[in-house]
């Protein structure tokens, strides 16, 4: 394969914040408004009971509002730990290396060197930092566009579109269209489940 782009990367713990940030904004892209609406109920609970129930009903309700409002502010970065504790990658701060070739591209890391056809991503994002690209729904690729040492990230938005005929959509989005792109990557998902599984029972079929 002769290489057209070429990027060589490694997980950072900034990376790995703005991966979760990434997932927050496309798959639950109203959990922090959801969160901070639920935190202002328990502070108007506290506000009206102020007279019935007490001091201490004003205390309990600020205090499990204060908690959910901490929470709702710090979930980014719980996550990002979380995720760091579980990604080989970071860890060994191991070399990520992408090849792009014509008809295929490459992932090198920990896990060794893995092969990959174009039609085999579904959909990918972009903003100023990173494309977000997905395979077989099942990995999401980050690819930071100031890691490139082949090509640039500029004629790559055009390359990798064109490659696999999707189209790069930006991670801050309209609601109608996230929301229309949610229940896309569900059925997706749910197409490639049903096929897993006639696989699986095909296989059986055959041992017997």
């Known amino acids: 394969m002769t290489p057209v782009y070429e990027v060589k990367t490694k997980h950072t713990r900034q990376m790995l914040e703005d991966f979760v940030g990434f997932t927050f904004r496309v798959k639950h892209p109203a959990t922090t408004f959801s969160l901070a609406v639920l935190a202002l109920c328990f502070y108007t609970l506290a506000y009206l009971g102020r007279d019935t129930f007490g001091v201490i009903w004003i205390v309990a309700m600020a205090i499990i509002g204060t908690i959910i409002l901490v929470f709702d502010f710090n979930r980014k970065k719980i996550a990002a730990s979380k995720l760091a504790k579980c990604d080989p990658s970071y860890q060994n701060q191991t070399l990520i290396h992408f090849v792009f070739g014509e008809r295929e591209f490459t992932i090198e890391d920990d896990q060794g060197l893995q092969h990959w056809k174009y039609g085999e991503i579904p959909?990918?994002?972009?903003?100023?930092?990173?494309?977000?690209?997905?395979?077989?729904?099942?990995?999401?690729?980050?690819?930071?566009?100031s890691d490139f040492t082949r090509g640039t990230a500029e004629q790559f938005y055009e390359f990798i579109s064109d490659k696999t005929g999707k189209?790069?959509?930006?991670?801050?989005?309209?609601?109608?269209?996230?929301?229309?792109?949610?229940?896309?990557y569900r059925d997706a998902r749910a197409e490639a489940w049903e096929?897993?599984?006639?696989?699986k029972k095909a296989n059986k079929k055959k041992k017997k």
Do not use: G
């Open 123 to 145: 959909y990918m994002y972009a903003d100023d930092k990173y494309f977000f690209v997905s395979i077989n729904n099942e990995m999401m690729h980050l690819i930071p566009k």
């Open 167 to 184: 189209v790069i959509h930006p991670t801050y989005i309209p609601w109608k269209t996230r929301i229309r792109m949610m229940m896309e």
């Open 195 to 199: 096929k897993q599984e006639a696989e």
